[in-house]
Every structure is written in C-alpha cells, then in structure tokens.
C-alpha cells in the first residue's frame, strides 16, 4: 500500500514548490517570496546563532552572550536587541502545510493587508486548530498577538563572520524570551532579530 495517495503527494509537492521557490529549477519570478515573514522595511532579520553563553542569572535579570552570523549590511552599533521568538519560518510553514493553505494569500490583519505567512508569525500557532478558509480572517482577528522581547545591549563588536553582542534582560517578556533563547541556542537555528539604536 503506498504511504501517501497520488492526490495527497500532488498537494504536498506543490505546496513544497511555492513554499521554496529557490528549490524549483527554473528562473521564473517566484509568486511569493516566503521566506521573509517580515517585510524589509520592518527591520526583521533572519540570522543564525552561532554561539550563546549565560554570563549571571539573578533576580534583576539573566545576562549573556549572543554570537550570531553577520548581517547582510553593516549596522550601527546597537543599543537594543528585540526577538520575535514565536514563530520561526519553518513552523509557519508546516502549519500551512497541515492545513493545506498558501502563505501567499493576502488577508486582512492589524488593520493592513499582508500575506498570510507574515500574520501567522505574530499569532500563536500551537493552540491553532482546522480553520476554514473563508472565516480566516475573522480567525485572525480574534488572536491574541505575541509580543517580541527586547534586550539591553551593554556592548557589540563584529568579527569577519559574526556579531557579538553582550545583552542583559529589562523586562518579563525579556526574561521569558531569555529561557527561550536557550532553547533556540543548542540548536542552532534561524531566528527573527531586530537590532534597535535607541529606545523607541
């Protein structure tokens, strides 16, 4: 008996080719970049950790060490760093995947209209259940948004390859943030940044 039905491998592969567009081997324009769940003019960036370090836990707040890749342009030296946590890229995408949607589509949120993919990464997706597509939007409206944290960050230097920024927690949402990070940091994995000159 085959593992997946014809119809639901057809779905899968296309849902695979608009989802990563880079992998399809041809140079056509791709219908939706979906890789960038924040658009430019937002500030987000997509970087890698490279190495994570606890400095001091206590009860005025957790402060550490954050290596991460280099930035595509060369920033100002940073005074705040925010973390949107939530959501990475590939839990978006597996969410759509399992609900058979296009992160493509655009939909009306926070009082703007963005594509899906770009909403579901502000909203809490581990509670999420079947949704049908015409009451999407309702859905959307009715969730309650995650808040990025933000850390104070007390020095930075960049190397060749990397970012060093030596950070300390100002808040809950940061210290939450924090124990979430340490997570993130043994895997290694991509992780939305934003890196902040002033307390705005």
């Not at 608009?18 to 081997?25: D, F, Q, V």
């Not at 342009?73 to 949607?101: D, H, I, K, M």
């Not at 703007?112 to 859905?139: G, H, M």
Request: charged letters at 15%; glycine letters at 4%; aromatic letters at 8%.
């Amino acid at each position: 008996m085959p593992l997946l039905a014809a119809g639901s491998l057809k779905k899968a592969l296309g849902i695979l080719a608009e989802c990563w567009p880079s992998l399809r081997n041809n140079s056509s324009p791709a219908p939706c970049q979906q890789q960038v769940l924040f658009p430019p003019a937002a500030g987000w960036q997509h970087l890698r950790i490279l190495g994570y370090r606890c400095l001091a836990e206590h009860s005025a707040g957790y402060e550490f060490m954050l290596k991460l890749e280099s930035p595509s342009e060369r920033l100002a030296l940073p005074t705040l760093l925010e973390l949107q946590p939530q959501n990475s890229y590939s839990q978006v995408a597996l969410w759509l995947t399992r609900l058979g949607l296009s992160g493509c589509q655009t939909v009306q949120f926070a009082q703007q209209r963005v594509p899906l993919c770009q909403a579901l990464s502000c909203i809490d997706l581990t509670a999420a259940s079947q949704i049908p597509a015409s009451a999407l939007s309702d859905w959307l409206a009715s969730q309650p948004r995650l808040t990025a944290g933000r850390f104070q960050v007390l020095e930075s230097w960049e190397t060749d390859d990397s970012l060093n920024l030596h950070c300390v927690t100002t808040d809950c949402m940061s210290r939450a943030c924090y124990h979430w990070l340490q997570q993130q940091a043994i895997r290694y994995q991509l992780l939305y940044l934003r890196f902040l000159a002033n307390r705005c």
